[in-house]
Nanobody
Framework: QVQLVQSGGGLVQAGGSLRLSCAAS????????MGWFRQSRGKEREFVAS????????YYADSVKDRFTISRNNAENTVYLQMNSLKPEDTAAYYC?????????????????WGQGTQVTVSS
């Protein structure tokens, strides 16, 4: 049974930082494309970042590039999203996801497993 358990969300002031964690069981993050998505109230789910299983190549949405960093710790079987210089428009529910076939896709429909989501709220 695959589970992606998220932690690390919360409330932070604009300009601050948070780190989200996604601990996997039932799959090895070293053999999957791992991604982060977010969804604001009344809006569609949007791509944030992804990391490939080989070479640690990463992809980022333009809105978060140079501020967010996705990483993977194979020993912990966990992926992370380090978020710096947070803005109020980053406020959303954040979801980690795993894709057993893709190569860093930005489309949510390409991902097979999803975490429960965690709320990130950035105040002005």
């Amino acid at each position: 049974q695959v589970q992606l358990v998220q932690s690390g969300g919360g409330l932070v002031q604009a300009g601050g930082s948070l780190r989200l964690s996604c601990a996997a069981s039932g799959l090895k993050v070293s053999k999957y494309v791992m991604g982060w998505f977010r969804q604001s109230r009344g809006k569609e789910r949007e791509f944030v970042a992804s990391i490939l299983w080989r070479g640690f190549k990463t992809y980022y949405a333009d809105s978060v590039k140079d501020r967010f960093t996705i990483s993977r710790n194979n020993a912990e079987n966990t992926v992370y999203l380090q978020m710096n210089s947070l803005k109020p428009e980053d406020t959303a529910a954040y979801y980690c996801a795993a894709d057993d076939l893709g190569l860093g896709s930005s489309r949510s429909t390409d991902y097979d497993y999803w975490g429960q989501g965690t709320q990130v709220t950035v105040s002005s």
